[in-house]
Each structure stands twice: as structure tokens, then as C-alpha cells.
């Protein structure tokens, strides 16, 4: 291989690592406040609940699909988990596992729109995406569930969100947040099933022909809905972490997730070189995103010119991950 070739090679393969050491070298110059435990350990807490969004974007690109409402069901979970406690004064199993089910049904509906009625799935999830978020403000009548809070009948909540839920999105092991643990705990358990089951590899048969996969005996149909319901599932699990770590069910809190997920999955293409949606990708994308906004932010850098440089860095990494497929493919 010529050496121009070479240093391509490793740009394309390891150039989202490079960036993010670079982005950390940076900041670090720029603000001393950066390079402290305090502040990373702020950066894994705020990645979390990207990463596990980010995780159920994944499994739906590698299908060939996109799933548009995981921002909404973010904040129907959020809010589901939030009234159970508040409203309703129930313990930490109905806490969870109610915004689970509901995350788990929305993953149904989108699989049934798209596989059985097969409407585009970009149209299909973007109308569940309006249908969810109307649900939640429906059901809220547009106010956010807090402890304390005044009912409509003049007397205030009865319930309040309890230490054990607090502690999902606010807790330390070991000096470790939380939900840093659990988030690398979900993408090592994603991996392994990408990976090493054979699931996992149906998956990726039925992403990448899906007639092809068909005619191999693969259940095309049945692997596509796991896909969809596994991406209600991440992202009703992201809205419980984002409820537990607010302390509050805030309407639409889980909009301004979509496109970080969706990036994080994006950019998750080009780590390694890999080229196609995986977990460790999708992890790192999201550490990316988490360390940029987290250094413009401590440089106040205003969150409105944010995204400029998100998107840019987006588009630098699929430009690195497309280069890669058409040499490929010309090989």
C-alpha cells in the first residue's frame, strides 16, 4: 500500500479518537477547569442518557430503518416515571417498569406502521414522534410533575420522587457515578449481543440485503421489529435517567436528545474504521458530543452556535466513513 494511502487509512480509522484527543488537549489549554475529575466525571453523567438513546438509534440503522421518536418517548418515560411517584405515590418497581412498557409498546407501533402498513419509516416514526409528544402534553396539560406541586383541586401532590429513584440518575459508586456505570454496563451488553450472538449477526444480515437475507431464511420482518422495539426500550430507559437526574418530569425534555443521539450513532460509523452502526462506535460518538458541548460550554461559547459545530463534526465524520465504503468498494 503507498504510503499516501497509509496515512489516509489511519485518518479514516482512528480520526474520531484524534479528534476527541485533540478537543481534550485543547479545552484543557484553554480552561484549566477541564481536566478535573469533578468536570469528566459531570461529562459521563450528561453522556449517559445520550449513549442509551444513541443505543436504540443504533440498532434500528443497522436494520436499514431510523426511528425519529425516541426524543418523545424520552419524555413520555420521563414523564410516566414522574407521575407514578408524584401523582400516584408508587414505589421504584411501578416507577420503572411502567415507562418501560410504554417505551416497549411505542417500539411495537412504529414496527407495525413501517413493516405491516409500510409506510417509509422516517414518515411512519415522525408521526408517532408528533402523536407521543401530544400524548405527554395531553396527560400533563403542559406543566412539568415536581415534588409539591399544587392539583387541580386546590391540595398539592401526594408523593414525591423517592431517594432509590434519585439515586439512578444522581447516585455514586465508589466515587463512580451511577449512571456512567450503567451506560457502560448497557453498551458492553450491546456489543456482546452485536457481536457474538447470532441475533446480533441477523441483524446485520437483514441491514445490509435485506432480500438477500430473506431468501436465506432469515425472519426479515420479525428481526426489524425487535429492532424498533429494542429502540423504545433504550430510549424509555434514557427517560428514567434523565427523570432521576433532574428530579422532575419535564414535558419534551427528551426533543433536544434526538439529534444527539442520532449524531452519537452517526459518528459511530467511523470509529475504527468499522463502517457500519456498532456500539463502541455509538459510545465514543457520544463521548465526542458529550466533550465538545461540555468544553464550548465551559468557554461560553453560546448553545445556540452549539450545533453549527455539531453538525460540522458530523459531517466530518460520515465524510471519513463514506470516503471508506467507496474505497472499498472500488477494491
Not at 440498532?59 to 425519529?68: A, H, N, P, S
Not at 444522581?170 to 453498551?187: D, L, N, R, S, T
Request: glycine residues 10%; charged residues 10%; proline residues 3%.
Amino acid at each position: 500500500m503507498p504510503f499516501k494511502n497509509k496515512i489516509v487509512h489511519f485518518f479514516v480509522k482512528y480520526g474520531t479518537l484524534l479528534v476527541i484527543l485533540a478537543l481534550i488537549v485543547s479545552f484543557t489549554l484553554l480552561n484549566d477547569r477541564f481536566l478535573t475529575y469533578s468536570n469528566f466525571a459531570d461529562i459521563l453523567r450528561s453522556i449517559s442518557i445520550v449513549t442509551l438513546v444513541a443505543l436504540g438509534v443504533t440498532f434500528t440503522l443497522i436494520v436499514g430503518g431510523f426511528d425519529l421518536s425516541v426524543g418523545s418517548t424520552v419524555s413520555l418515560a420521563t414523564i410516566a416515571s414522574a407521575a407514578s411517584l408524584v401523582w400516584y405515590r408508587q414505589e421504584l418497581l411501578v416507577a420503572l417498569l411502567i415507562p418501560i412498557l410504554l417505551g416497549i409498546v411505542i417500539g411495537l407501533i412504529n414496527a407495525f406502521i413501517t413493516i405491516k402498513i409500510r409506510i417509509p419509516d422516517l414518515l411512519a416514526t415522525l408521526a408517532v414522534m408528533y402523536i407521543v409528544n401530544g400524548i405527554q402534553l395531553t396527560y400533563t396539560k403542559g406543566f412539568s410533575i415536581y415534588n409539591n406541586m399544587p392539583m387541580d383541586d386546590g391540595t398539592t401532590a401526594p408523593g414525591k420522587f423517592i431517594p432509590s429513584f434519585l439515586f439512578i440518575g444522581q447516585g455514586e459508586i465508589a466515587g463512580v457515578p451511577f449512571p456512567a456505570i450503567f451506560m457502560i454496563f448497557c453498551v458492553i451488553l450491546v456489543h456482546l449481543f452485536l457481536t457474538y450472538t447470532r441475533a446480533g449477526r441477523l441483524l446485520y444480515m437483514t441491514g445490509s440485503n435485506r432480500e438477500a437475507a430473506r431468501l436465506s431464511g432469515v425472519a426479515v420482518q420479525r428481526y426489524r421489529t425487535l429492532a424498533y422495539v429494542l429502540s423504545g426500550l433504550f430510549a424509555s430507559i434514557a427517560g428514567i435517567v434523565l427523570a432521576s437526574r433532574i428530579g422532575t418530569g419535564q414535558v419534551s425534555a427528551g426533543a433536544p436528545l434526538l439529534m444527539d443521539g442520532v449524531a452519537a450513532a452517526l459518528i459511530g460509523y467511523s470509529v475504527l474504521g468499522a463502517g457500519k452502526p456498532n456500539a463502541l462506535g455509538t459510545f465514543v460518538g457520544a463521548v465526542l458530543i458529550g466533550i465538545l458541548l461540555n468544553g464550548l460550554t465551559m468557554l461560553n461559547v453560546p448553545y445556540y452556535a452549539q450545533d453549527i459545530i455539531k453538525g460540522t463534526i458530523l459531517i466530518g465524520a460520515l465524510a471519513f466513513t463514506f470516503y471508506q465504503n467507496k474505497r472499498e468498494i472500488k477494491m
